[in-house]
C-alpha cells in the first residue's frame, strides 16, 4: 500500500538493520579471531538465533494476516496520513526484524572474507555487502509495491507469502531445537 519510494525506504531500513546484524557477527568473529573470545559460545549462539529467526518469521507471518485482513478497506488509497502514520509503526519493528536476521549465523558466509583479506580491502568488502544489502532489499521492496499497489488479489498476496513465511519459521525453529522431519521419499 505504499508508493515505490516509500516501499524502498522501508525495505533499506530492514536492509539496515540486517547489516546491523552482520556487523555484530563480523565483530564477533574479529574477536574470536584476535583471540579474545573463545568459540565454545557458537553452537549456543546458532540454536538460539535460529530459534529467534524462526519465532520472528511466524510473528511477522500472523502480523501479515492480520493487515492482509484490512487491505479491502485501503486498496487504490493514496493517503499521506496513513503512509506517516504507518511509518513509524512500521520503523523500529522493521529495523529490528533486519538486526535479528542480520544475526543469523547463515549471514557469517557474507562477512567471513573480510577477515582473510587486507585491512583496506576488508573495510571495502564490508561496505560492499552493507550497501548491496540496503539496496537489494530496498529495490525488492520496491518492486513488490508496484507490482501489487493496485492489485485486487494483494489479499490472496499477503496471505500466501504470510503462509510461507510461518511454514518457514517453524520449520526453522524446530530444526534449531533438533527436531528433524522427514519428508516423503527420503
Same mark, same amino acid.
Given at each position: ?20 546484524g ?8 574479529? *574477536?574470536? +579471531? $584476535?583471540?579474545? @573470545? ?7 549462539? /546458532?540454536?538460539?538465533s535460529? &530459534? %529467534?529467526?524462526?519465532?520472528?518469521l ?5 502480523l ?14 493514496d ?6 502514520s ?30 582473510a583479506?587486507?585491512?583496506l580491502?576488508? *573495510?571495502? +568488502? $564490508?561496505?560492499? @555487502? ?7 532489499? /530496498?529495490?525488492?521492496?520496491? &518492486? %513488490? ?10 489479499q ?12 518457514l ?9 533438533g527436531?528433524?522431519i ?5
Amino acid at each position: 500500500r505504499r508508493t515505490p519510494w516509500a516501499a524502498f525506504g522501508l525495505g533499506a531500513l530492514w536492509g539496515s538493520g540486517h547489516a546491523t546484524g552482520q556487523l555484530l557477527i563480523g565483530l564477533g568473529c574479529l *574477536a574470536v +579471531h $584476535v583471540g579474545i @573470545v573463545k568459540m565454545a559460545w557458537a553452537p549456543a549462539l /546458532g540454536q538460539a538465533s535460529g &530459534l %529467534l529467526i524462526g519465532l520472528s518469521l511466524v510473528a511477522i507471518g500472523l502480523l501479515g494476516f492480520h493487515e492482509s485482513r484490512g487491505f479491502d478497506k485501503t486498496i487504490g488509497t493514496d493517503s499521506e496520513d496513513s503512509e506517516l502514520s504507518e511509518r513509524g509503526r512500521f520503523g523500529w519493528a522493521t529495523y529490528a526484524t533486519g538486526v535479528l536476521h542480520g544475526l543469523s549465523l547463515d549471514a557469517v558466509i557474507f562477512i567471513t572474507p573480510a577477515l582473510a583479506l587486507p585491512r583496506l580491502s576488508a *573495510a571495502f +568488502h $564490508v561496505l560492499g @555487502v552493507v550497501c548491496g544489502g540496503l539496496l537489494s532489499m /530496498g529495490a525488492y521492496t520496491s &518492486l %513488490l509495491s508496484f507490482l501489487c499497489r493496485r492489485n485486487p488479489r494483494l489479499q490472496i498476496i499477503s496471505a500466501g507469502a504470510s503462509s510461507v513465511a510461518i511454514l518457514l519459521g517453524i520449520m526453522i525453529s524446530l530444526a534449531s531445537l533438533g527436531v528433524s522431519i522427514r519428508l516423503p521419499g527420503h
